[in-house]
T-cell receptor
Framework: NAGVTQTPKFQVLKTGQSMTLQCAQD?????MYWYRQDPGMGLRLIYY???????DKGEVPNGYNVSRLNKREFSLRLESAAPSQTSVYFC??????????????FGDGTRLSIL | RKEVEQDPGPFNVPEGATVAFNCTYS??????FFWYRQDCRKEPKLLMS???SGNEDGRFTAQLNRASQYISLLIRDSKLSDSATYLC?????????FGSGTRLQVQP
């Protein structure tokens, strides 16, 4: 049982390049999330998907797009990478987004550097 | 002003010590609360949920004070393996809001 799996684990891009971060969960969770973590700022929500077929903006959506491909998979795309998007990206999932005390389970992160 | 604020630390304590962290949140409508633990360069992992009545899990005790809008985490008999960053988390509607974390270093 892998939980939440993110690929790739590390990536270096040049400014302007595009790439997609992949996330898959095998816990049959309905809700999935993408966060970025920067030093001194904690985790900030980029986008989330409450259920298959829906996506919503989080706190810092600009410069990103997402796709909830199916119940298992939620991808994050950078269309034109900028140095400000250098960060550690975490994908997470939970059973349902709107129920109290539902914890989120995290993947082990993607370390992205943009030169 | 951050919605969830924590003292970044580091808190340097000897093995066996008792240490407490506090966290304040600004949104009185926050519905539920958690403590997560994050080891260096690793993903956050749920440590415990926080209930209004207070709850305990082994050496860890969490408290919620809604009137003052703060959450606390108490760690008794600290172990070297407790060294990590502890993230305070508040649920506001559909989203979780994370504090920046408090770093704990337990020393032999």
């Amino acid at each position: 049982n892998a939980g939440v799996t993110q690929t790739p684990k590390f990536q270096v891009l040049k400014t302007g390049q595009s790439m997609t971060l992949q996330c898959a969960q095998d816990m049959n969770h309905n809700s999935m999330y993408w966060y970025r973590q920067d030093p001194g700022m904690g985790l900030r929500l980029i986008y989330y998907s409450a259920s298959e077929g829906t996506t919503d903006k989080g706190e810092v959506p600009n410069g990103y797009n997402v796709s909830r491909l199916n119940k298992r998979e939620f991808s994050l795309r950078l269309e034109s990478a900028a140095p400000s998007q250098t960060s550690v990206y975490f994908c997470a999932s939970s059973e349902r987004v709107s129920e109290n005390n539902q914890p989120q389970h995290f993947g082990d992160g993607t370390r992205l550097s943009i030169l | 002003r951050k919605e969830v604020e924590q003292d970044p630390g580091p808190f340097n304590v000897p093995e066996g010590a008792t240490v407490a962290f506090n966290c304040t949140y600004s949104n009185s409508a926050s519905q539920s609360f958690f403590w997560y633990r994050q080891d260096c360069r690793k993903e956050p992992k749920l440590l415990m949920s926080v209930y209004s009545s207070g709850n305990e899990d082994g050496r860890f005790t969490a408290q919620l004070n809604r009137a003052s809008q703060y959450i606390s985490l108490l760690i008794r008999d600290s172990k070297l393996s407790d060294s990590a960053t502890y993230l305070c988390v508040a649920r506001e509607g559909r989203a979780l809001t994370f504090g920046s974390g408090t770093r704990l270093q337990v020393q032999p």
